[in-house]
């Protein structure tokens, strides 16, 4: 997901704002590598403690033999405040959840601290992340989730949000 389109949540996704502040994820036009768009978290607003989460469209991951999650962040922080973002999977509806991927700042950002709300430069700004989904595979209903929990520090970015498959060829026997 590439985050194009000016309708946010994109067709399939879904956002949750456990606050009711509308401060959460949005649609920012600032986007990766030329991209003309991005999913913002906007802690900088989001007072501290408050949860907001962005959904991906369920997936079938039944005859895969491996998957992942790869997605660039964009994130600065802020001084003395300590934002947090999650991976979350669930097989079975949402009932329950589990943790692939947790980074808090410092680890979190992906630039210096500003005493200011942070949106993207350049290229440069991005990092790439990857997450294993072996845990997922052979479920028919996989569900992934962000989920950010701010601290009141500075704006984060996802950009290029993809679900890699491999499934394997059979091999082929030749009789004689």
Excluded: H
């Excluded at 879904?14 to 920012?28: H, P, V």
């Excluded at 607003?45 to 959904?55: H, K, M, Q, T, V």
């Excluded at 660039?72 to 943790?99: Q, R």
């Amino acid at each position: 997901e590439l985050f194009s389109a000016v309708t946010f949540p994109p067709a399939g996704w879904g956002r949750y704002d456990a606050s009711a502040d509308n401060t959460g994820w949005t649609r920012s036009t600032a986007g990766s590598g030329g991209n003309n768009g991005s999913a913002k978290m906007d802690y900088y607003s989001s007072a501290a403690g408050n949860i907001d989460e962005l959904y991906l469209p369920s997936i079938d991951l039944t005859g895969v033999n491996a998957a992942s999650l790869t997605f660039k962040i964009c994130k600065a922080p802020y001084s003395g405040y300590t934002d947090n973002l999650k991976v979350n999977v669930s097989t079975d509806c949402g009932a329950t959840w589990n943790t692939l991927w947790n980074k808090s700042d410092p680890a979190l950002s992906t630039v210096a601290a500003l005493g200011t709300a942070f949106t993207p430069g350049g290229a440069s700004t991005w990092r790439l992340e990857t997450v294993d989904l072996v845990s997922l595979l052979g479920q028919v209903n996989s569900n992934i989730v962000f989920k950010a929990t701010s601290g009141y520090g500075n704006n984060g970015y996802l950009d290029e949000i993809n679900v890699i498959i491999t499934t394997r060829v059979g091999e082929n026997k030749l009789e004689e």
